[in-house]
T-cell receptor, first 110, second 114 residues
Framework: KQEVTQIPAALSVPEGENLVLNCSFTDSAIYNLQWFRQDPGKGLTSLLLIQSSQREQTSGRLNASLDKSSGRSTLYIAASQPGDSATYLCAVNWGGKLIFGQGTELSVKP | DTEVTQTPKHLVMGMTNKKSLKCEQHMGHRAMYWYKQKAKKPPELMFVYSYEKLSINESVPSRFSPECPNSSLLNLHLHALQPEDSALYLC?????????????FGPGTRLTVL
């Protein structure tokens, strides 16, 4: 069964810290992986897309890595800010279907 | 324009009502999706349309009826819903259903069934 797991479920850090969110998946035959941000009651904002042939993608303070063989991806957030507080979702694309992890709820304290 | 729009933002309906959710994109995307997201849960795929034809139905109850009148619009018709159908309904689009394409999401419609 194709499943996505995110650890930790919740994370609280002081402003300025660098942090890592983890995503693991059960079937390495993925097509791509997307990281999303979701604010309470809102839709999803796509942060980064990593194709199966890629190892990492960067956008500003965000860096996502992909190790397909071990079924893992990480989202690295540098110099966290209170505005980064949100739920971060990892979604794996298997055959055109996105399957989401449960998300990591991030709180960055001023 | 990289925006997916959804209307209404909020909807409250009774179990005997008929209502529709609407989704629109003007990015020239040929694949459109409906997802359902319950509180504190991740989104779950409901339907996929490819080139205006239904290509995936994830065993969704018939009280949910999707429609794709043209390449820019996607509707979800609701009838005889149950209170457990209350959720955030998200629409997404991508260039096509080719697995390499990024999906873009709308803001969602918050549905409450009384």
């Amino acid at each position: 069964k194709q499943e996505v797991t995110q650890i930790p479920a919740a994370l609280s850090v002081p402003e300025g810290e660098n942090l890592v969110l983890n995503c693991s998946f059960t079937d390495s035959a993925i097509y791509n992986l997307q990281w999303f941000r979701q604010d309470p009651g809102k839709g999803l904002t796509s942060l980064l897309l990593i194709q199966s042939s890629q190892r990492e993608q960067t956008s500003g303070r965000l860096n996502a890595s992909l190790d397909k063989s071990s079924g893992r991806s990480t989202l690295y957030i540098a110099a966290s800010q209170p505005g980064d507080s949100a739920t971060y979702l990892c979604a794996v694309n298997w055959g055109g279907k996105l399957i989401f992890g449960q998300g990591t709820e991030l709180s960055v304290k001023p | 324009d990289t925006e997916v729009t959804q209307t209404p933002k909020h909807l409250v309906m009774g179990m005997t009502n008929k209502k529709s959710l609407k989704c629109e994109q003007h990015m020239g995307h040929r694949a459109m999706y409906w997802y359902k997201q319950k509180a504190k849960k991740p989104p779950e795929l409901m339907f996929v349309y490819s080139y205006e034809k239904l290509s995936i139905n994830e065993s969704v109850p018939s009280r949910f009826s999707p429609e794709c009148p043209n390449s820019s619009l996607l509707n979800l018709h609701l009838h005889a819903l149950q209170p457990e159908d209350s959720a955030l309904y998200l629409c997404a689009s991508s260039q096509d259903v080719d697995s390499y394409n990024e999906q873009f999401f709308g803001p969602g419609t918050r549905l409450t069934v009384l």
